[in-house]
């Protein structure tokens, strides 16, 4: 009977997941376009809050 020999070699991979293809069509968006994406999000969620509308302290 024939001895199988089993190794272990280790890989790499790569997956995109949702979250990661976001942060890549963030990254690839311009100034103003990044605003508008800011402010929709703003809008969209009560919680957060528009950097112009961060009051700090006086």
Known sequence: M???KLT???QLRQQLNLHLVQQM???QLG???LDQYVQEAVEA???MEFPSEVKGPA
Do not use: S
């Open 31 to 33: 100034a103003l376009e």
């Open 45 to 47: 969620n009560p919680l």
């Open 25 to 27: 069509k963030l990254l």
């Open 2 to 4: 024939p001895i199988t």
């Open 8 to 10: 272990l070699e280790p």
